[in-house]
């Protein structure tokens, strides 16, 4: 695809429930950003990865959080036993350089998954 | 604590005047500025960004002013139109910093309405 996709675009869970993310990013790009946003603020920085490698996860709010990008292009960002803190919009980037390179290229941001948690 | 902060939640202006969006920052390892343009039901969409050795970056419509003395960047839009009508996300990367991974810290967003 032309861009970064996302899905669901809209997530309702219980909670309680697990619920997983998807994030396809422009094919190429290296690096992977996982953004939240939660209503009326800007995104906050969940995890990062260079292909595979999961090489920061600073940002995840707790170990009910997990993200995977097993071959270094598709990415899941799971959230077990969800809470309703947990209600944001999810967003997915990609840029194509890597941490070698410039940092400075482009984040081209996917739709997000707005999830609520009931 | 709020690294990058837009204190002005919202700014309407008339169609064809100029529009101003400020942005402050407390981190003094921020040496690259970027704005980002949202719509509603989509992601951010990059606008124009600002490398710390510069003051000012231009591209077209869209001017990017920074001052870092006093932590403090701005974005001017002229002349403003109706379509630039969305909310504007300030952000900030500390890219020389050997343990950054090119994570982007954002202001909270400024809902820019240009009226017609």
């Known amino acids: 695809g032309a861009g970064v996709s996302q899905s669901p675009r809209y997530k309702v869970a219980k909670r309680g429930q697990d619920v997983a993310l998807r994030c396809d990013p422009i094919?190429?790009?290296?690096?992977l950003f996982w953004y939240q946003q939660a209503l009326g603020q800007g995104p906050e920085f969940l995890t990062y990865?260079?292909?595979?490698?999961?090489?920061?996860k600073s940002g995840l709010p707790s170990d009910r959080f997990f993200a995977e990008r097993p071959e270094g292009s598709v990415s899941t960002l799971k959230i077990q036993r969800t809470q309703q803190e947990d209600s944001a919009v999810y967003l997915c980037?990609?840029?194509?350089?890597?941490?070698?390179?410039?940092?400075?290229?482009?984040?081209?941001f996917g739709p997000g998954t707005r999830l609520t948690v009931l | 604590d709020q690294q990058v902060k837009q204190n002005s939640p919202s700014l309407s202006v008339q169609e064809g005047r100029i529009s101003i969006l400020n942005c402050d920052y407390t981190?003094?390892?921020?040496?690259?500025f970027l704005w980002y343009k949202k719509y509603p039901a989509e992601g951010p969409t990059f606008l124009i960004s600002?490398?710390?050795?510069?003051d000012k970056n231009e591209d077209g419509r869209f001017t990017v002013f920074l001052n870092k003395s006093a932590k403090h960047l701005s974005l001017h839009i002229v002349p403003s139109q109706p379509g630039d009508s969305a909310v504007y996300f300030c952000?900030?990367?500390?890219?020389?910093?050997?343990?950054?991974?090119?994570?982007?810290?954002f202001g909270q967003g400024t809902t820019l309405q240009v009226k017609p």
């Open positions: 981190n003094s390892m921020f040496d690259y």
């Open positions: 952000a900030a990367s500390a890219g020389q910093s050997s343990s950054n991974t090119g994570k982007l810290i």
């Open positions: 990865f260079q292909n595979e490698a999961q090489l920061d």
């Open positions: 094919s190429g790009h290296v690096s």
């Open positions: 600002i490398s710390s050795i510069k």
């Open positions: 980037a990609s840029s194509l350089s890597s941490l070698a390179n410039t940092l400075y290229n482009e984040q081209f």
